[in-house]
């Protein structure tokens, strides 16, 4: 059974169209990646997934059980780290995670507190006041609130957003583990880049609409061939060029440009178009197609 079945969603807010009829199974044990622009309809889809919102078509079932018509057991499955930090200033850290923990029906939870505290290094700030942790301690505590039931499903709404790297790395460090364990993570990030290393599997969401779905690896080889990033100090990018260009706002901002090419030997050429033009190069390294790059392809090819 799937962990996590979605099944034609559809979701209107007054003229916009959010969700356009969603489809989406996950698997138990899968590391999933839920990508798409701002306005994708992630964060909706995350609501309804967490029963906070309604859809106005279809239906979500975590491993078997309706969001809607079977909401306490469909909760108690599911642990979510909203996008948005909301909390009580009044209590303490601990005090948050046992409140949480008293939502789940769970007493005698504290062994697992502390660990997760432990694991997202929020154990020296255990008794400290909500209103006093700095906005990347507070996420923790999100993340640390969405797992104090254990959920066999968690869900990630851009859980790295304004966070320093020690974080990103402790809080993926600890996701991993988890997912090694046999929790199924689904996250939605705007850093391709973790995606990319963490995601089996990616849906790419445009307006509404699944625009892609496909293992990573699999949507990394919808990219042959490498890209010739470079740099210029001085003169523009030759009008040659200029259709090689795989980001297009770099036409806009200049300086930068990442180029395709399919063979090295293309690089050649390149450099003598950029000799004629009397470009000066101050930087340049060839590098492999990303995650990042068949995002930018789908999400243009979708206009
Ligand atoms: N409560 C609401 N009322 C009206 N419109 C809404 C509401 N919530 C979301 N929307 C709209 O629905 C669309 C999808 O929003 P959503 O927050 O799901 O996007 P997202 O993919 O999470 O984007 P982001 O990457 O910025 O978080 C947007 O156009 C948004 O303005
Ligand atoms: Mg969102």
Known sequence: ???????????????????????LSIEPGEFFGLLGPNGAGKTTLISIIAGLNRADAGHVAIHGYDVVRDYREARRRLGVVPQELVF????TVRETLRMQSGYFGLKNNDKWIDEVMENLDLAGKADTNMRALSGGMKRRVLVAQALVHKPPVIVLDEPTAGVDVELRQTLWKFITRLNREGHTIVLTTHYLEEAQAL????????????????????????????????????GGLPEALKPLVSHPDELVAGRKYTLRVNEYIEVEPILATLREAGAVIEDMHLQQADLEDVFIQIMEGEK
């Open 1 to 23: 059974m799937a962990a996590l079945q979605i099944v034609n969603v559809e979701k209107r807010y007054k003229a916009l169209q959010a969700l356009g009829g969603v489809s």
């Open 199 to 234: 995601c089996n599997r990616i849906a790419m969401l445009k307006a509404g609409r699944v625009v892609a779905l496909d293992s990573t690896s699999a949507l990394l080889k919808r990219i042959s061939g490498s890209q010739l990033v470079l740099r210029l100090a001085k």
């Open 88 to 91: 009580d200033p009044f209590f």
